[in-house]
């Protein structure tokens, strides 16, 4: 019975073992195996998400730069709309005062221009008026001219002297004294070269 025994025994044995095996050490390989498995899907995620933040922190460095980049553009760009400002402001002040310069140059000009064709209007009224007076005196001397000459061959017709020339030519000799005013204007000018 001993034998009996010790079989029931170890059957027992066994069975119990076997019962273990399968109750409690196979789920627990099993759930070994399984959080391995899932510990190997989860290091793959993880490997893939630090792959993707790696990734997402290049990106984010490129887009402060960007930012960063964008923020000097536009401060330099208000600086530009400011200097232009500043400049057109001077340039407009500059042609206003420019334009205010030209149009009271030409104004000006335009005074100076009328009052010399005026002048010019009335030197040419004058000019007119003297050429006139020079032709009616130019008329007058060449008229008396001849009158001098008829009253020299009338005197010399008159009292007999013969040939006017001759009287004419007596006459410039003791008088120094030319009867064309041509002649004698030239003569004197001689005279006073010579003194």
Same mark, same amino acid.
């Given at each position: @019975?001993?034998?009996?025994g010790?079989?029931s025994?170890?059957?027992? @044995?066994i069975?119990r073992?076997e019962? $273990?095996?399968? +109750? $409690?050490?196979k789920? #627990?390989d *099993?759930? =070994?195996n399984r959080?391995?498995?899932e *510990?190997i *899907?989860l290091?793959?995620?993880?490997s #893939?998400?630090a792959?993707?933040i790696?990734e997402a922190?290049k990106?984010?460095?490129?887009?402060?730069e960007?930012?960063?980049?964008n +923020?000097e553009l536009?401060?330099s760009? &208000?600086?530009l709309e400011h /200097?232009?400002k &500043?400049? %057109?402001n001077?340039?407009?002040?500059?042609f206003?005062?420019?334009?205010? /310069?030209?149009?009271?140059e030409?104004?000006n000009?335009?005074?100076? $221009? %009328?009052?010399?064709?005026? *002048?010019?209007n009335?030197?040419k009224?004058?000019?007119?008026s003297? +050429?006139?007076e020079n032709?009616?005196?130019?008329? $007058?001397i060449d008229?008396?001219y001849?009158?001098?000459?008829k009253? =020299?061959d009338w005197i010399?017709?008159?009292?007999?002297?013969?040939? %006017?020339?001759g009287l004419? &030519?007596?006459f410039?000799e003791?008088?120094h004294t030319?009867?064309?005013?041509?002649?004698?204007?030239?003569?004197?000018e001689?005279?006073?070269?010579l003194e």
């Amino acid at each position: @019975m001993l034998l009996f025994g010790l079989q029931s025994i170890k059957k027992v @044995m066994i069975n119990r073992d076997e019962k $273990i095996i399968n +109750e $409690i050490i196979k789920p #627990k390989d *099993n759930l =070994i195996n399984r959080l391995h498995q899932e *510990n190997i *899907n989860l290091h793959k995620e993880l490997s #893939k998400q630090a792959i993707v933040i790696e990734e997402a922190e290049k990106y984010q460095k490129e887009r402060d730069e960007i930012l960063a980049d964008n +923020e000097e553009l536009h401060n330099s760009v &208000k600086i530009l709309e400011h /200097e232009y400002k &500043k400049k %057109s402001n001077t340039l407009d002040l500059k042609f206003d005062n420019r334009k205010r /310069e030209l149009e009271q140059e030409f104004e000006n000009k335009e005074l100076d $221009i %009328s009052y010399e064709y005026k *002048n010019k209007n009335k030197n040419k009224i004058k000019i007119k008026s003297l +050429e006139k007076e020079n032709k009616h005196l130019h008329k $007058i001397i060449d008229k008396f001219y001849e009158t001098v000459e008829k009253f =020299i061959d009338w005197i010399c017709h008159k009292f007999g002297i013969g040939e %006017s020339k001759g009287l004419v &030519k007596i006459f410039q000799e003791d008088t120094h004294t030319y009867i064309d005013p041509v002649k004698q204007l030239d003569f004197e000018e001689k005279q006073k070269d010579l003194e």
